[in-house]
Nanobody
């Protein structure tokens, strides 16, 4: 059984920062690509940032220069450092990871963590 748990969300003022974590646990052989998604109220879930198993990263244009995705393979954890936050960054942030258990290669979602940017 594999679980992804996001944490680090909260209420922050515009211009502030938050660091989200996505921790994987269970029968993990390896973690491949990992994505962070954002779902704003009443909208679809959109990709925000992507990191490969080798550490290459990509970002949606709206967060480039403000967000940084990184990973600590020893801790099976991926982070999303968010700076210069704007009200439009508000939403539930989900991580999505492709994980090998040694028997299966599957796509897993976390439960999400709420980020609210408001004064």
């Amino acid at each position: 059984q594999v679980q992804l748990v996001e944490s680090g969300g909260g209420l922050v003022q515009p211009g502030g920062s938050l660091r989200l974590s996505c921790a994987a646990s269970g029968s993990i052989f390896s973690i491949r690509d990992v994505d962070w998604y954002r779902q704003a109220p009443g909208k679809q879930r959109d990709l925000v940032a992507h990191i490969t198993s080798g550490g290459s990263t990509n970002y949606v244009d709206s967060v480039k220069g403000r967000f940084t995705i990184s990973r600590d393979n020893a801790k099976n954890t991926v982070y999303l450092e968010m700076n210069s936050l704007k009200p439009e960054d508000t939403g539930v942030y989900y991580c999505n990871a492709v994980i090998s258990t040694g028997f299966h290669l599957r796509n897993y979602w976390g439960q999400g963590t709420q980020v609210t940017v408001s004064s």
